[in-house]
């Protein structure tokens, strides 16, 4: 089993389709370990990602993170970090295939309704991050 992080996004929670998202993630076999109803700040949002910090996406991607409530959620699967990359599409929701989270939900680049790690070792790092609890508890 391994876990992984997912964030529900600003314009996916402010559209309401929080609930649809969790469902299908339970649908899809993923067990929900930890779940919160939060908001970043700026200082939060830039460390999250702080990666992308050169990209010149960056200071937009962080004025849209802060914008509203984010669903930061710890998912357990066999496999779970390319599970949940599967479920969830391409980043660009108009490449991600049919019947994917970001195409159902996603109206942008920037706005792609959900966050996904893209390893097991960024996974601890983010569920960390959201959950600092988390892997002492379990
Ligand atoms: P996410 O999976 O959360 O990881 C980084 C985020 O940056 C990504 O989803 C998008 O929301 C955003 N992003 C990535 N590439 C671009 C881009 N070219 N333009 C705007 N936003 C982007």
């Known amino acids: 089993m391994q ?3 997912g964030i529900i996004k600003p314009n996916a929670v402010s559209s309401g389709y929080t609930g649809k998202i969790l469902s299908k993630l339970e649908d899809s076999n993923f067990s929900m370990e930890a779940i919160r109803v939060m ?3 700026s200082e939060n949002a830039g460390a999250f990602y ?3 910090k050169e990209r010149p996406f960056f200071p937009s ?3 849209f993170m802060t914008s509203g409530p984010i669903v930061p959620v710890v ?3 066999k496999d ?3 599970e949940f990359r599967r479920v969830i599409g391409a980043t660009d929701p108009n490449e991600a295939e049919d019947g994917t989270i970001r195409k159902l939900y996603g109206v942008s680049i920037e706005e792609n309704a959900i ?3 893209d390893s097991s070792k960024n996974a601890r790092i983010e569920i960390e ?3 600092p609890d988390f892997f002492t508890s379990i």
């Open 3 to 5: 876990y992984t992080l």
């Open 39 to 41: 908001r970043l700040n």
């Open 50 to 52: 702080a990666v992308h």
């Open 61 to 63: 991607l962080v004025a």
């Open 75 to 77: 998912l357990q699967k």
């Open 80 to 82: 779970a970090v390319s």
């Open 115 to 117: 966050h996904g790690s």
């Open 129 to 131: 991050f959201f959950f």
